[in-house]
């Protein structure tokens, strides 16, 4: 039978802690004090949302300055979390090219990544320092407080992650690190004297290809995505010569302090919470006495769940954390490869982006005529048409690994389940009807997760103390800080590319090539899945389906059916291992390295993309229900 009992615990990333136990933790004391300096920020921001949502729903008022915090507490978590991530080796990266090399030749590139980071932190923070000067005249619209602080966080963050490279690099000192320092030290001079010898600005489409090229080799050589990111936007600011440096660390801040981002450190906090306070067990117990004697039958929790929490966070990379934190140690204790979980919920990810309020269909509904009421509604039905392909694939898996399964629950069994996770089984309630009467946004909605989980823990079970509420606070500003620096390296990479793209130019042709409806549907598909890849998911919408939509319908192809394939594609192209930024953060929430998940993703990504295709092939599954309630396209 299975083990119901509540097991409080500390949640580490397994990755950190072998990585800890290689090369040491370079962040001590300063890190211990930057985890404190976040946590009482996201505390404080916790209790303003909060209070928001509250003083809404009681007096019909809402504080002014609520959503303004937000500008100085994510790009603080975004970049001295980030650089607390890098000195407790939490990043993420791809390292299955590096661990096939001989031990010492991956040695070398392992420190030589430590280079690239000095490198390159030190040349963004030259370049960003010269205009924080100017930020102190500015100030925030409501508070009044100097945008000088919020501007800090970049060089700040910079500052930290050069001081945590030294350090690394010097407590390893041998010859491997003047091998890795010259190899450094010789590409950068060869793409100074090639910069000279080219003159000032490189043109046609070679900083673009060199920047993709750069992108490629980095990511090979094992190098945590987030730098991947900013060399490659690096790299081709200063080949093509078509913006200031100056924008990159810009862009990197803007890319961080999004309001819909806060939900992301919301959500991981609440699945803290849940692992920490033992909520997440009484769940489980639930869940499992329903599923646990089927092939398959916990993935499909995970599959289950983020069609759930999809529907009432509007954003992917917080479903994931509030679902990815509660199912790793499940599935774990089931017998399942961690590599599994975070494959299905890299895949399921995809699936929630067209489950309403997906901020993908408020994106697309916003950029284009179609009504946001018919993208809401043709989108439930492909998201069941992924979940479906998902759950058979994950049934076919689970009997080839040999899963045991156990006896059915009894009818007692059942009831007493119940009764245990009947008050967290109420929160999603809480958050939909949140969401539903107005009361709070996709967003905010994450404050009451948070709050309703710690009330649980604390109060209702009592299985949350002092020193494990101060450690889970720690643990999730450095996960949070991760995931939100890795998207604002990514935001910087939009922007760059956005740069070198022409969208004109391949729409004319696009549209002179005078290609069949099934030949156009599978350009795009393929185009979106590709930019997906590269420019971070939205910004691909954002700059072609303003492009592709009226060809398609000039082409008789439905616009809700062609707007909800285009936001799939994207969200493979997302999810897709290697380089999708999204299978980064679901290794992250799920507790594996990269290469260790990549084939498993690979192939539920592949079974996605299938789904894609039937969906493609057969219209009448998205247009059925906007028919059926007749609603205007």
Request: hydrophobic share 55%.
């Amino acid at each position: 039978m299975t083990d119901l009992a509540v097991e409080p615990r500390a949640l580490a990333l397994p990755q950190a802690e072998t990585a800890s136990e290689r090369t040491g933790d370079e962040a001590g004391l300063l890190g211990r004090a930057i985890d404190v300096l976040l946590a009482v920020l996201l505390t404080g921001q916790l209790l303003v949302t909060f209070a928001n949502v509250v003083l809404r729903a009681v007096s019909q008022t809402s504080i002014d300055w609520a959503n303004e915090t937000t500008d100085f507490v994510l790009p603080a978590i975004a970049f001295l979390g980030g650089a607390v991530a890098y000195a407790r080796n939490r990043h993420m990266a791809f390292k299955l090219v590096q661990q096939r090399l001989p031990p010492a030749v991956g040695r070398v590139l392992e420190i030589l990544c430590d280079w690239i980071v000095l490198g390159l932190s030190l040349v963004v923070l030259a370049v960003d320092l010269p205009s924080l000067p100017a930020q102190w005249a500015q100030t925030s619209p409501m508070l009044g407080i100097s945008l000088f602080w919020r501007a800090l966080a970049v060089p700040a963050g910079m500052a930290l992650l050069a001081a945590f490279a030294a350090a690394r690099l010097w407590k390893k000192r041998d010859r491997s690190v003047l091998l890795a320092g010259a190899a450094f030290g010789a590409v950068v001079l060869v793409l100074v004297l090639a910069h000279h010898a080219t003159g000032s600005e490189a043109h046609g489409a070679f900083p673009a290809a060199a920047a993709l090229v750069a992108f490629a080799l980095l990511v090979a050589i094992g190098l945590p995505i987030g730098f991947v990111l900013m060399t490659a936007t690096g790299l081709f600011i200063a080949l093509s010569g078509t913006a200031s440096p100056a924008g990159l660390p810009e862009r990197m801040l803007t890319g961080s302090d999004l309001f819909v981002l806060l939900a992301l450190p919301f959500f991981i906090l609440a699945g803290r919470v849940m692992e920490y306070g033992g909520i997440s067990a009484r769940l489980v117990g639930f869940v499992s006495t329903f599923v646990r004697h089927v092939h398959g039958g916990l993935l499909h929790v995970t599959i289950v769940s983020m069609f759930l929490f999809s529907g009432m966070s509007g954003s992917k990379s917080a479903d994931m954390a509030a679902v990815g934190s509660v199912t790793t140690d499940m599935l774990r204790r089931a017998g399942y490869p961690r590599s599994e979980n975070v494959a299905v919920l890299d895949a399921t990810a995809v699936m929630g982006e067209t489950i309403p309020p997906s901020i993908a269909t408020l994106v697309v509904a916003s950029i284009t005529s179609v009504p946001l009421g018919a993208l809401f509604a043709g989108g439930i039905l492909p998201a069941v048409v992924i979940a479906v392909v998902l759950m058979i694939l994950a049934t076919v898996r689970s009997r080839r690994m040999g899963i045991p399964l156990d006896s059915p629950a009894t009818w007692r069994e059942l009831g007493t389940t119940a009764l245990r996770a009947l008050p967290p089984l109420l929160m999603p309630l809480i958050l939909f009807g949140g969401i539903r009467s107005g009361l709070a946004t996709p967003t905010e909605v994450s404050s009451l997760a948070a709050v309703y989980g710690i009330v649980l823990a604390v109060v209702g079970y009592r299985s949350l103390g002092a020193r494990a509420f101060v450690r889970m606070l720690g643990e999730t500003t450095t996960m949070a800080g991760m995931v939100l620096f890795i998207l604002a390296c990514a935001s910087g990479f939009t922007w760059a590319l956005t740069i070198a793209y022409r969208p004109d130019e391949l729409m004319a042709a696009i549209a002179g090539a005078h290609l069949s409806v099934p030949a156009f549907m599978a350009l795009s598909i393929v185009l979106l899945v590709v930019l997906g890849m590269l420019l971070e998911g939205l910004p691909a919408l954002l700059i072609f389906a303003p492009l592709l939509l009226p060809v398609a319908v000039a082409m008789g192809i439905d616009p809700v059916y062609y707007a909800i394939v285009l936001i799939i594609a994207m969200g493979v192209g997302t999810h897709l291992p290697p380089i999708g930024v999204g299978y980064y953060i679901a290794c992250a929430i799920g507790g594996t390295t990269a290469e260790e998940s990549f084939k498993p993703a690979l192939v539920y990504q592949m079974v996605a993309l299938a789904g894609l295709v039937i969906l493609a092939i057969f219209p009448a599954i998205t247009t059925s229900l906007v028919d059926g309630l007749h609603l205007a396209r």
